[in-house]
Structures are given as structure tokens and as C-alpha cells.
């Protein structure tokens, strides 16, 4: 399996589009707390390209030590949008997943001109896109994008583990684990699950 690289970066940049803009999600499947996108945009074509991975098949450290290289880099632009559970329960995951991607491009310092989006949808936006399936696995700034949304996703569950400690959220971060559910048939759901979300109408 090859890891992600800068093919389709490249083929947008040829075509004349200069800020390319990858996009990817960290949370759509948990029963608990936000979902989070990353964008990341390469300032540069000259850019010194590096080996990375989705964010999936890499240990929480290695995602540590390429957050802090990815959002310290000169040559990338990054932006991160957050999507309470609250808001999910509203609109759906999908559209919720949408509108985390749209905040995240709206924390990029410039507009992009190209969006590569990773899953079957399109966002809402005056941007050209092209969205890809499992693009976390092949286009450097969509797995970039899935690293540094992963990263704060799960710093944000620790910080509800303080709050929540009975969920243990520290271990599973409100994905659908067997110790997940264990926990949540035992308490019930607390104030950050998703209440639309079937397991935890369920738990009640």
C-alpha cells in the first residue's frame, strides 16, 4: 500500500489552481462528543514533501510527533473546525461533518482555490472539489488534515474524561467499544453523548 503523496496536489497545481486545500474528519462514527475536521493547505510547490500516514494506521504518539510537525511547518496552512454533539443531534452526522469542514477552511489565513474532500460528498461552498474515497490514505494534505484532527479531537475527550471520569473516555475517546458500552449501559448517557445516535437512545 503506498502512502499518501502530492500526485493530486500536483495534477491542480499544473491546472493552475495555487491553494489546494485537503480535508478530512475525525469523529463521525462515536457515540460521544464533537466531530472535528482538519484542512491543510501547501503554500508552496516547492515543498519538501515527507512520508506520513492516515491518521488510522498510525499509534496516538506517532500522531503527537506529526501534529507538531505538520501545524509548525512553514510551508502549511492549517484550520480546524469542531462540531459539538448537541449540533449533531440537530442536523445529523453528515451535515455536521459538512459544517466542521466548511468552519475548518474558514480558519485557513487565505481562501483556497481547490478542495479535496475525503468520503462521497460535497460541501457548500464557491470552491471548486473533488472528493475522493479514503483520500486520508492517498493525498498528503487530506492525511495530514486526518492527523491534526484526530490529534485535537482526542485532547478534547481527555479533557471530558476530568469531567466525566466514569465513561473513561481517556481510553476509547466515545467510540463504540465494548468497555464503551459496558459503561454507558451501566451510568446511562451522560451530557456529551449523542442522543440521536441509536446505542445511546438505547442506554436510556
Partial sequence: MFNPNLKEERKLWKKGFKR???LDEAGRGPLS????AGAVLIKTKRFSFFSIKDSKKLS???REEFFKILTNHPDLEWGIGIVSEKVIDKINILEATKLAMKKAIKKLKK???FLILDG?????LPFPQKSI???DEKVFSCAAASIIAKVTRDRIMDRYHKKYPLYKFNKHKGYPTKL???LLKKHGPCKIHRK???PVRLAK
Fill in 33 to 36: 462528543g464533537p466531530v472535528v
Fill in 111 to 113: 481562501k483556497p482555490d
Fill in 20 to 22: 489546494v486545500a485537503g
Fill in 196 to 198: 440521536s445516535f441509536k
Fill in 120 to 124: 462521497n460528498f460535497r460541501i457548500n
Fill in 180 to 182: 464503551h458500552f459496558k
Fill in 60 to 62: 496516538a504518539k506517532k
Fill in 133 to 135: 474515497i479514503k483520500a
